[in-house]
């Protein structure tokens, strides 16, 4: 395997397999984080971009939306079963972010987690949500969307990358 190869299944296995959690804090000071395994970098707009989807339904987003800035964080195989956790829980029902054992501090106004061994300091740019028209493949619409509640997709500049 060649070093693209390698490089393009870090960066894949990095989302969809290891999974990252998307955090925002809100106006009031509050946190909160989600697991997720959907998203994307590249570049867009001549810079370095993130981008993220979110259901309408996750706590998450209403965070993400207030915020000029989020974060998504990747952490080592030890995480597994946390991540496992943010996924599942609301932060409507309890404070995950408590039990998580996470530790968080704020980094140009974004919350990082001391734990993570990446984080990524993003600054929105887009947000659309997703439109049944424009699917082109519309297997994806009954397979992925029974509900109907298509995700936002979120575009931001990457600001910073920390290395834990």
């Known amino acids: 395997m060649d070093k693209t190869d390698m490089t393009e299944k870090r960066v894949f296995s990095l989302i969809g397999e290891k999974w990252m959690l998307v955090a925002a804090t809100d106006k009031n000071g509050k946190t909160n984080a989600m697991t997720a395994s959907w998203g994307g970098l590249g570049v867009l707009w001549g810079k370095k971009v993130a981008f993220v989807f979110i259901r309408p339904q996750r706590y998450t987003k209403k965070f993400v939306d207030d915020a000029d800035v989020f974060s998504l964080s990747f952490f080592d195989d030890s995480y597994k079963k ?8 609301s932060g409507r029902d309890e404070d995950k972010l408590a039990k998580s054992g996470l530790t968080v501090k704020s980094v140009g106004g974004a919350p990082v987690f001391k734990e993570a061994s990446l984080t990524l ?8 949500t997703l439109d049944e028209k424009c699917f082109v ?20 500049e990457i600001t910073e990358e920390i290395a834990g």
């Open 121 to 128: 300091v993003c600054r929105k740019m887009y947000r659309q």
């Open 137 to 156: 493949d519309e297997s994806n619409i009954g397979k992925w969307y029974p509900e109907k509640d298509y995700h936002d997709v979120y575009v931001a």
């Open 82 to 89: 946390m991540l496992g956790y943010m996924g599942k829980v």
